[in-house]
C-alpha cells in the first residue's frame, strides 16, 4: 500500500546540512496500523510529512499503491489522506458539524451527502449528532474536540490516515477510552493508518507493527510481539524498557489462557455447609459461586464454617474480566491489587465461561520468550 524505498531526507547544504533519515526502507500494508516510534529527532515525523509532501524526499521514493508520489499532485495528494494531529487544529468560528465537513465540500460533495457523512461520523465517535452537530468547538472538552479530529480526518473517507500523536494531548484517562475507541473503528473500516507516537505503550496498543526509528536511521521493524521478545540491539532493548515481559502481557487476551474447566464451582443456591464439605474434601481453598451462569464471585472455608444459609448470602465479589477483550495486564494488576490469584471469565454476555489464574499468566509469559528463542534457533 505505502512502500518506502531508500528514503533519504537532508535538511540544508555544505555544513550546515543535517541528515533527518538515511535510507528507509519498509512496506506498510493495506489496512495496517503501522506505529512511528522514537526519541525526538529520530525522524518519525519527517518521515510522516514526507509522505504527503509536506516536505520534500532528497532521494529515494515513496509511493501509494504503485505509484510514486512524485508524480501525484500535491493537493489531490492530501485530499486521499485523512489528517489527525495532536493541535487537532479545529477552526473555533465554525460548528462541529463544519468542521466534519471541509473536505468533502472541497471535493464538491452534495449537501446531502455531506450530513448524512457527519452524522454517519458523529455516531461512530460517540458523539451525539443531535448535540454536538451544531456546537462549537470551544464547548466541548480535550477529548470530545479529538474525537471531532479523528472524524474529521475520515470525513472523505480516505485510503489514508496519517496521525501524529493524535492523543498526545488528552489526559491518560481519556486517551486511554479514546484509543480503545478508535481501535473499535479501526476493525470495522481497517483504513491504512502511519501513526506517530513516542509512547511504547501506545505503540504496543495501537500498532499492528512498529516502526522504531534512532538518529534517522530505522532500527527495527516488527509486529509488537517480536519487538519485545527479540529486540534487535540494546538501544531497541533499552527504548522498550526493562518491563518488556509485562508489556507482552498488554498484548496478550484473557483468551489465551482461560481455563474452561475449573472444577471448584459452587452454586449459588447451595447450603453454605454443602458447600463447605464439598471445598474441603476436595481440597479446594475456595470456591467459585456462580447463579444462573453469571459468577458473583467466591467463598473460602473460613466464610462458610459457620454459616447455615445460602452460599448466596457470604459470597465475596471480585472483578471478572471478558474473554475477548482483557488484557493478561490488566488481570495481573487486578490480582495484585485484591491478593487473589484467581478470577473469572465472561463471555459477551457475561455468562461464565472460565478462570483466568496467576499461574495461567506466568506460563504464557514464559511460552511467548521460549517459542521466539526457539525461532532464534531456527534461524541461526
Keep these: 500500500m505505502i512502500k518506502y524505498d531508500s528514503v533519504t531526507k537532508i535538511f540544508g547544504v555544505g555544513k550546515e546540512a543535517v541528515t533527518a533519515l538515511d535510507n528507509i526502507n519498509f512496506t506498510i500494508k493495506k489496512g495496517e496500523i503501522v506505529v512511528f516510534l522514537g526519541p525526538s529527532g ?4 519527517t518521515t510522516m510529512r514526507l509522505t504527503n509532501k509536506l516536505d520534500t524526499i532528497t532521494r529515494g521514493s515513496i509511493s501509494i499503491n504503485g505509484e510514486s508520489i512524485a ?8 485530499q486521499r489522506m485523512g489528517y489527525v494531529i495532536q493541535e487537532i487544529g ?80 488528552i489526559d491518560p484517562i481519556n486517551r486511554e477510552q479514546i484509543q480503545d475507541e478508535f481501535l473499535r473503528v479501526q476493525s470495522k473500516i481497517k483504513k491504512t493508518i502511519a501513526f506517530v ?25 516488527d509486529v509488537p510481539e517480536v519487538i519485545l521478545t527479540r529486540p534487535k540491539n540494546k538501544f531497541v532493548a533499552d527504548f522498550v524498557g526493562a ?29 453454605a455447609q454443602t458447600a463447605h464439605k464439598f471445598l474441603e474434601e476436595n481440597d479446594f481453598r475456595y ?10 464471585g467466591y467463598v473460602t472455608l473460613k466464610n462458610l464454617k459457620y454459616e447455615n444459609g445460602l452460599v448466596i448470602d457470604v459470597v465475596e465479589n471480585y472483578p471478572h474480566f471478558e474473554e475477548k477483550s482483557s488484557s ?6 487486578y490480582m495484585l491489587m485484591h491478593t ?41
Excluded at 504496543?204 to 512498529?210: A, P, R, S
Design 42 to 45: 529520530c525522524g518519525k515525523t
Design 71 to 78: 508524480e501525484i499532485n500535491e493537493v489531490k495528494l492530501r
Design 90 to 169: 479545529l477552526f473555533p468560528n465554525k460548528t462541529i458539524a463544519q468542521n466534519i465537513a471541509v473536505v468533502p465540500r472541497l471535493l464538491g460533495w452534495p449537501r446531502h451527502k455531506i450530513n448524512n457523512r457527519v452524522d454517519e461520523l458523529l455516531h461512530m465517535t460517540n458523539l451525539e449528532p443531535g448535540l454536538y452537530r451544531n456546537r462549537y468547538p470551544a464547548e466541548l472538552s480535550g477529548g470530545q474536540q479529538q474525537r471531532v479530529g479523528v472524524a474529521r480526518g475520515l470525513a472523505a473517507d480516505p485510503e489514508i490516515m496519517l496521525m501524529d500523536e493524535p492523543f498526545g494531548a
Design 197 to 221: 507516537s513516542h509512547d511504547i505503550h501506545e505503540a504496543i496498543k495501537m500498532g499492528d507493527k512498529i516502526a522504531l526509528f534512532d538518529n534517522g536511521k530505522l532500527i527495527q521493524y
Design 243 to 271: 518491563d518488556r515481559a509485562l508489556k507482552v502481557l498488554g498484548l496478550m487476551r484473557v483468551s489465551e489462557v482461560t481455563n474452561f474447566k475449573p472444577q471448584n464451582i459452587i452454586a449459588g443456591t447451595d447450603n
Design 287 to 296: 470456591g467459585i459461586v456462580v447463579d444462573n451462569n453469571k459468577p458473583l
Design 328 to 333: 493478561l495486564r490488566d488481570v495481573l494488576s
Design 340 to 380: 487473589l490469584m484467581t478470577f473469572c471469565v465472561v463471555d459477551d454476555n457475561g455468562d461464565f465461561i472460565g478462570t483466568v489464574s496467576y499461574n495461567d499468566i506466568q506460563r504464557a509469559v514464559k511460552k511467548s520468550y521460549s517459542d521466539e528463542a526457539e525461532k532464534d534457533w531456527k534461524e541461526v
